[in-house]
């Protein structure tokens, strides 16, 4: 898999950094090898350290693929933590009901199975830790429900959001096909960068992964999220 930061830079830091124990580890290397797309190493331990400082107890993720970013939050939750995960792919949701309960996780972990763009408007939250790393071209479809749902204080995390660094090109520069995502994409980052309501980081690792918190009470403008700001 292609990503925006310089191969060997990645390289490197999943060389140096330690691997997980147990079945999360197992998961994690099954996937690697059979290259399903879940969150590189360097993207992981960039969550255990951010999950140690602020231990999350709700959690909403949309995009489970196998289960393995859902079982390494869980070994940082707050006691009596709960993560609600959303996918609509049915390959993966397969993988991801064995890998729940391989890890023993079936009470902890509640897998929704449907297309996030119907689950979110039926959420009530709070979540006190969102991640989102679903299909790229939703992700400004679905920040304002992310915004609802999050109390003051609360962390959203996006990732996969540079596009193997082809978010920095005009979009007349990428294949056709591709221009709706990475205009959408494009406006989702804009987005998280301007929102008075949001604190935002944009952090080069992986392929790209966005920091956010809610520091006010989002109120809905009309216009704020139309997609014409860009050229």
Known sequence: MKYAVD???CAYLRLIQPR???VLGEIQEEAEEKLVPIIPHEVARFFSVLLTIHPPKNVLEIGTAVGFSAGLISRYLAEGGHITTIDRYELMRVEARK???RMGLTDVITLIEDDAANVLPNLTGPYDLVFLDAAKGQYAQFLPHLLRLMPIGGILIADDVL????IVKSRFSVP???RTIHKRLR?????ISHLDCLESSIIPIGDGVVLCVKTKEYTPKEGEFDDDWEE
């Open 176 to 178: 056709r096909r591709q």
């Open 7 to 9: 191969s060997d830079i």
């Open 163 to 166: 596009q193997s660094g082809d």
């Open 187 to 191: 406006n989702f980052l804009w987005d």
């Open 99 to 101: 890998n729940i309960k």
């Open 20 to 22: 997980y124990d147990g």
